[in-house]
Structure formats: C-alpha cells, structure tokens
C-alpha cells in the first residue's frame, strides 16, 4: 500500500474546516485544531492504553497522526474522577492558549468536548464509543453517554 500524504492532508484540511464549522469556530480553524488536540490528550491520559488502541483503530490516519502525537503510553494516568477535573486536564494540553480557547467557563469547555464526542461518532462506532464510556470514571460517563445516539 503505497502513502498518499496529500490525501491525508486534504482529509485533515476538510476534517479542521468542518469541525470549526460544527464549533461555531468557521473563522477560527487554528483554535478549533487546538482544541480538538486538546481534548483527544485529555481522553487519552485516562483512558486504558489497549482501550486506546482499539478507539485509534478506527481513526482515519489524520485524526491517528493527532492522537499519538506526544504519547507516552507508559506515562502515570492522571485522578481524574469528575468532570471539572477532565475540562483543566483538557485544559492543561491546551496552555497557553486555555484562556483564550475555553474563556475561563467550565461551561464552554464541556460544550466543546459534547460537541466534540458528537462529532467523532462520523469515525468511531458506537460500540467503541460505549466502551469508552464503560472505562471512564462514573462522573465522567456522561460526557459520551448522553451523545452517543447521535
């Protein structure tokens, strides 16, 4: 199977396009992009490694290319338990430009990562995204839980 670079970024280029439109961000496609990296690190910092895996083995290569960047699978998992404690984790990936991408409201960020789980169920099975769920802490569940139907 031979590489085909250019496809990847084109794909990349639609996917960044469409999820700024899906945030409300049309304009702003590099605090989408932020965001959208942001919250991928977050999930996969508490998340099982072999749960990981399987997620990522459904992401086209693009969206894999962002996962992984930075991983360290042997890295500690944070105590992350309730849903404030994700959205700073999420933030703490996003520094410096938290302030500016999540402007300072719990309410925001936990918009753009509902928007965000709703988006990716475009990639990701719904039986994935139910396993996902079922390794999160109990406060966090909710966070896929209510978007998995979409």
Same mark, same amino acid.
């Given at each position: 199977?031979?590489?085909?670079?250019?496809?990847?970024?084109?794909? #990349?280029?639609?996917?960044? $396009?469409?999820?700024? &439109?899906?945030?409300? =961000? %049309?304009?702003?496609? !590099?605090?989408?992009?932020?965001?959208?990296?942001?919250?991928?690190?977050?999930?996969?910092?508490?998340?099982?490694?072999?749960?990981?895996?399987?997620?990522?083995?459904?992401?086209?290569?693009?969206?894999?290319?962002?996962?992984?960047? #930075?991983?360290?699978?042997? $890295?500690?998992?944070? &105590?992350?338990?309730? =849903? %404030?404690?994700?959205? !700073?984790?999420?933030?703490?990936?996003?520094?410096?430009?938290?302030?500016?991408?999540?402007?300072?409201?719990?309410?925001?960020?936990?918009?753009?990562?509902?928007?965000?789980?709703?988006?990716?169920?475009?990639?990701?099975?719904?039986?994935?995204?139910?396993?996902?769920?079922?390794?999160?802490?109990?406060?966090?569940?909710?966070?896929?839980?209510?978007?998995?139907?979409?």
């Amino acid at each position: 199977m031979a590489l085909n670079f250019n496809q990847y970024a084109t794909e #990349g280029n639609t996917f960044i $396009k469409d999820y700024a &439109k899906e945030m409300n =961000m %049309a304009n702003d496609r !590099d605090k989408a992009g932020r965001i959208f990296t942001a919250i991928m690190h977050a999930l996969r910092d508490i998340i099982p490694p072999e749960e990981s895996l399987q997620f990522i083995a459904q992401l086209p290569m693009f969206l894999k290319a962002i996962y992984v960047n #930075g991983w360290n699978i042997k $890295k500690k998992k944070p &105590k992350v338990r309730k =849903m %404030a404690e994700f959205l !700073d984790l999420v933030r703490a990936h996003d520094w410096p430009a938290e302030v500016n991408d999540f402007e300072y409201s719990d309410e925001v960020a936990e918009r753009y990562v509902d928007t965000t789980f709703i988006y990716l169920r475009k990639y990701v099975s719904l039986g994935e995204m139910e396993d996902i769920r079922d390794s999160l802490p109990k406060d966090l569940k909710s966070m896929i839980y209510s978007n998995l139907m979409f």
